[in-house]
């Protein structure tokens, strides 16, 4: 421990420098942003919306009350003794003490982010160490579980910060016990890290949380019997309180066991061999980072053990899950982000942004927390210190591009092209995530039926004055025409989406340099289309009135009806300026046109964008000059990839040197890079005195 504190606290530099100093000035700037949101969030709730495990003391009228059962309700899920940590509280009125308690709880993230922060395994640079607490108190505060004790008014993030105080920020092995002891008895399943103590050698740590525990719990006793006897015997240790323990809230062995349809015996005995099976894995991978230095590592690891095995594990209860992200996997640089970011967007995001609604998917899904916490207890191959790669990975190599028409671009220097394929598992992760924030953006940017029809009649009105109006004319036509109306209705259905991600599929295994440079095109031109739909709501040709268009794809609608358009609630009706299904497809057979080698299949790729164009306006889902939009952004999200990225081509026969390596003849032969040896990837241990 003494060892892992002077690695974190010895790499402090007065002046790691100015872009340093401005990054964590901004990162600072974020973090009151964000502290000042969330308070907002909280406190703008009404009475029985928000606090409502608070509400269990101070009553829904505003009036202090501790008659009856505190776990009558089914509300309050802490233990009895954060029960009688909080009824001084019952002297307080409802309005004071939702301010004082969200502020209090901010406060509470800030620390456990600043003490955090000087727990990092050292060796460390001294940029991290310098933008370190910032970036630990951001996270920490747009994660879900701190966004849900907010909302709740519940003191999950108190014992997390006990325990973190208790191994990097006292001294004294009874005073770090006593914390321990203190946290578990908020939260039970704490008490693991009194048995950490134990077999990391702190073993009077371990006997000092242990006596805490218990003096704690018995004086909750001895205060509120009928409390603790509700809780500790009638609920089995919390495991009967709050919601359905088989609810999406349980992020536990239990909860999963109880949602994959086990009940009664079965499920207990099942219960017991895994969660045993986890406790031994688990803490014997802590006890082995905390010998290696790694105790934040070892904290977050026990505390993913305690999530899994723990009967009920609350969405504000996975704070430790988050402190996984300081664990190192992977020996190569392009895949050390993998676990960082999986772990950051689980802890931050819904599982259902994370992951499709597809049936096989949704075991996951559903579980993803716990999956991740148990993949940080048992699986995650993390690095130890002892590692040549801990330090050095092994570098990305980069390609050198061509020269460009303007010597300013690329205007980001930093944007370098990269040989290789991105990692697989954080590139669907990406994907989805960016289709998950598209879909949110484009469902939201909608101002209502009368001014989407009224761009409507501007659109038409602007077409008759061009003589380009011929949407009209093409769906009565494919109207009288069964078989072409079927052709098309398939078309426009199936197509927008399969095209685009087999050539995506298809250059990420066969040309990965060229996969980045057409994946970045396409989400600029994505993003691009995002602005349209939200300055620009427009009813499509099939959806305004007195114009007698037929809707081939959708069917028959009322457009009379007052209420019409209340789909755009599932799927916005009126995200028609630019048109994506067109700019989509031409990004398709554009990028077939340059990268196909054979003219036949320039020419098939296409006519795909030809057929998309003929399908929007034959089934009245597009106006002409919706394509002409879709056709704007995708030539716009090219041209910042060029800015950004330079020329798409990269300079023949040519590799990136690294230092001290060697040019390969003709790029057959890797160059010599920091941890590998005459080229290879035998790893080589780096020298003793270098920073990280």
């Given at each position: 421990?003494?060892?892992?504190?002077?690695g974190?606290?010895g790499?402090?530099?007065?002046?790691?420098?100015?872009?340093?100093?401005?990054?964590?000035?901004?990162?600072?700037?974020?973090?009151?942003?964000?502290?000042?949101?969330?308070?907002?969030?909280?406190?703008?709730?009404?009475?029985g919306?928000?606090?409502?495990?608070?509400?269990?003391?101070?009553?829904?009228?505003?009036?202090?009350?501790?008659?009856?059962?505190?776990?009558?309700?089914?509300?309050?899920?802490?233990?009895?003794?954060?029960?009688l940590v909080?009824?001084?509280?019952?002297?307080?009125?409802?309005?004071?003490?939702?301010?004082?308690?969200?502020?209090?709880?901010?406060?509470l993230?800030?620390?456990?982010?600043?003490?955090?922060?000087?727990?990092?395994?050292?060796?460390?640079?001294?940029?991290?160490?310098?933008?370190?607490?910032?970036?630990?108190?951001?996270?920490?505060?747009?994660?879900?579980?701190?966004?849900?004790?907010?909302?709740?008014?519940?003191?999950?993030?108190?014992?997390?910060?006990?325990?973190?105080?208790?191994?990097?920020?006292?001294?004294?092995?009874?005073?770090?016990?006593?914390?321990v002891?203190?946290?578990?008895?908020?939260?039970?399943?704490?008490?693991?890290?009194?048995?950490?103590?134990?077999?990391?050698?702190?073993?009077?740590?371990?006997?000092?949380?242990?006596?805490?525990?218990?003096?704690?719990?018995?004086?909750?006793?001895?205060?509120?019997?009928?409390?603790?006897?509700?809780?500790?015997?009638?609920?089995?240790a919390?495991?009967?309180?709050?919601?359905?323990?088989?609810?999406?809230?349980?992020?536990?062995?239990?909860?999963?066991?109880?949602?994959?349809?086990?009940?009664?015996?079965?499920?207990?005995?099942?219960?017991?061999?895994?969660?045993?099976?986890?406790?031994?894995?688990?803490?014997?991978?802590?006890?082995?980072?905390?010998?290696?230095?790694?105790?934040l590592?070892?904290?977050?690891?026990?505390?993913?053990?305690?999530?899994?095995?723990?009967?009920?594990?609350?969405?504000?209860?996975?704070?430790?899950?988050?402190?996984?992200?300081?664990?190192?996997?992977g020996?190569?640089?392009?895949?050390?982000?993998?676990?960082?970011?999986?772990?950051?967007?689980?802890?931050t995001?819904?599982?259902?942004?994370?992951?499709?609604?597809?049936?096989?998917?949704?075991?996951?899904?559903?579980?993803?927390?716990?999956?991740?916490?148990?993949?940080?207890?048992?699986?995650?191959?993390?690095?130890?210190?002892?590692?040549?790669?801990?330090?050095?990975?092994?570098?990305?190599?980069?390609?050198?591009?061509?020269?460009?028409?303007?010597?300013?671009?690329?205007?980001?220097?930093?944007?370098?092209?990269?040989?290789?394929?991105?990692?697989?598992?954080?590139?669907?992760l990406l994907?989805?995530?960016?289709?998950?924030?598209?879909?949110?953006?484009?469902?939201?940017?909608?101002?209502?039926?009368?001014?989407?029809?009224?761009?409507?009649?501007?659109?038409?009105?602007?077409?008759?004055?061009?003589?380009?109006?011929?949407?009209?004319?093409?769906?009565?036509?494919?109207?009288?025409?069964?078989?072409?109306?079927?052709?098309?209705?398939?078309?426009?259905?199936?197509?927008?989406?399969?095209?685009?991600?087999?050539?995506?599929?298809?250059?990420?295994?066969?040309?990965?340099?060229?996969?980045?440079?057409?994946?970045?095109?396409?989400?600029?031109?994505?993003l691009?289309?995002?602005?349209?739909?939200?300055?620009?709501?427009?009813?499509?040709?099939?959806?305004?009135?007195?114009?007698?268009?037929?809707?081939?794809?959708?069917?028959?609608?009322?457009?009379?009806?007052?209420?019409?358009?209340?789909?755009?609630?599932?799927?916005?009706?009126?995200?028609?300026?630019?048109?994506?299904?067109?700019?989509?497809?031409?990004?398709?057979?554009?990028?077939?046109?340059?990268?196909?080698?054979?003219?036949?299949?320039?020419?098939?790729?296409?006519?795909?964008?030809?057929?998309?164009?003929?399908?929007?306006?034959?089934?009245?889902?597009?106006?002409l000059?919706?394509?002409?939009?879709?056709?704007?952004?995708?030539?716009?999200?090219?041209?910042?990839?060029?800015?950004?990225?330079?020329?798409?081509?990269?300079?023949?026969?040519?590799?990136?040197?690294?230092?001290?390596?060697?040019?390969?003849?003709?790029?057959?032969?890797?160059?010599?890079?920091?941890?590998?040896?005459?080229?290879?990837?035998?790893?080589?241990?780096?020298?003793?005195?270098?920073?990280?």
């Open positions: 421990m003494a060892e892992v504190e002077r974190a606290r790499e402090v530099a007065a002046d790691p420098g100015a872009r340093a100093g401005v990054a964590r000035a901004l990162l600072w700037l974020v973090v009151a942003v964000l502290g000042v949101r969330q308070a907002a969030v909280a406190l703008r709730g009404q009475p919306e928000s606090l409502i495990d608070l509400e269990s003391w101070t009553g829904r009228d505003g009036i202090p009350h501790a008659a009856g059962s505190l776990y009558d309700p089914g509300r309050f899920t802490g233990t009895p003794f954060a029960g909080l009824k001084p509280l019952t002297a307080s009125a409802e309005e004071a003490l939702g301010i004082v308690w969200t502020f209090g709880t901010l406060l993230v800030a620390a456990l982010g600043l003490v955090a922060a000087r727990g990092l395994p050292g060796p460390v640079s001294r940029r991290t160490t310098f933008l370190a607490a910032p970036l630990a108190i951001t996270l920490l505060t747009v994660s879900l579980p701190v966004r849900n004790t907010l909302y709740l008014g519940q003191t999950s993030v108190l014992p997390v910060l006990l325990v973190v105080v208790a191994c990097f920020a006292v001294r004294g092995e009874r005073l770090s016990g006593v914390l002891g203190v946290a578990a008895a908020l939260q039970p399943a704490v008490l693991l890290f009194a048995v950490l103590f134990w077999f990391t050698g702190r073993r009077r740590a371990a006997l000092a949380g242990g006596a805490a525990f218990a003096f704690c719990t018995a004086s909750a006793w001895a205060a509120m019997p009928h409390y603790s006897w509700a809780y500790w015997v009638h609920h089995v919390g495991a009967g309180l709050g919601e359905r323990p088989d609810s999406l809230a349980n992020q536990s062995l239990h909860g999963a066991l109880l949602r994959f349809g086990l009940q009664g015996p079965l499920e207990v005995a099942l219960l017991l061999v895994l969660a045993a099976a986890v406790l031994v894995l688990g803490l014997r991978r802590a006890v082995r980072y905390a010998h290696d230095g790694q105790l590592l070892a904290v977050a690891v026990t505390g993913c053990v305690a999530v899994a095995v723990s009967p009920t594990t609350w969405r504000h209860q996975l704070l430790w899950v988050l402190l996984a992200v300081v664990g190192r996997v020996v190569r640089a392009r895949d050390r982000l993998v676990w960082p970011a999986l772990v950051v967007l689980v802890l995001l819904p599982g259902k942004t994370l992951l499709p609604n597809i049936g096989v998917l949704l075991p996951v899904r559903d579980n993803v927390p716990l999956v991740v916490a148990l993949g940080a207890a048992c699986v995650a191959p993390f690095l130890p210190r002892t590692s040549p790669y801990w330090r050095r990975p092994v570098p990305t190599e980069h390609a050198r591009p061509v020269g460009s028409r303007f010597a300013r671009v690329p205007l980001l220097p930093f944007w370098r092209r990269v040989r290789s394929r991105p990692n697989l598992l954080l590139e669907l994907i989805r995530v960016v289709y998950s924030a598209y879909t949110k953006v484009r469902l939201a940017a909608t101002a209502g039926r009368p001014t989407a029809e009224e761009h409507g009649r501007q659109i038409h009105s602007l077409e008759q004055w061009l003589h380009i109006d011929i949407e009209h004319r093409a769906n009565h036509t494919v109207v009288g025409i069964p078989w072409l109306r079927e052709f098309f209705d398939y078309y426009y259905v199936t197509f927008h989406f399969v095209v685009p991600l087999t050539i995506l599929g298809v250059l990420y295994v066969r040309r990965p340099s060229d996969y980045r440079w057409a994946r970045s095109s396409i989400g600029f031109a994505t691009l289309a995002l602005v349209g739909f939200w300055l620009y709501p427009l009813a499509p040709p099939r959806l305004m009135p007195d114009l007698g268009f037929v809707d081939t794809v959708h069917g028959v609608q009322d457009l009379s009806a007052p209420d019409f358009g209340a789909l755009t609630a599932v799927t916005n009706q009126y995200a028609a300026m630019p048109s994506l299904h067109f700019g989509w497809s031409l990004w398709c057979g554009l990028v077939i046109l340059v990268l196909a080698p054979r003219a036949w299949m320039k020419a098939l790729g296409m006519l795909h964008p030809l057929f998309t164009l003929s399908c929007i306006l034959a089934t009245g889902n597009h106006w000059l919706d394509a002409a939009g879709g056709a704007a952004v995708v030539g716009l999200g090219f041209g910042l990839t060029y800015v950004l990225s330079g020329p798409r081509g990269l300079r023949p026969g040519h590799r990136e040197e690294g230092p001290g390596g060697k040019q390969a003849p003709g790029g057959s032969e890797e160059p010599d890079v920091p941890g590998t040896r005459n080229g290879t990837r035998e790893p080589v241990a780096a020298p003793a005195g270098d920073a990280a």
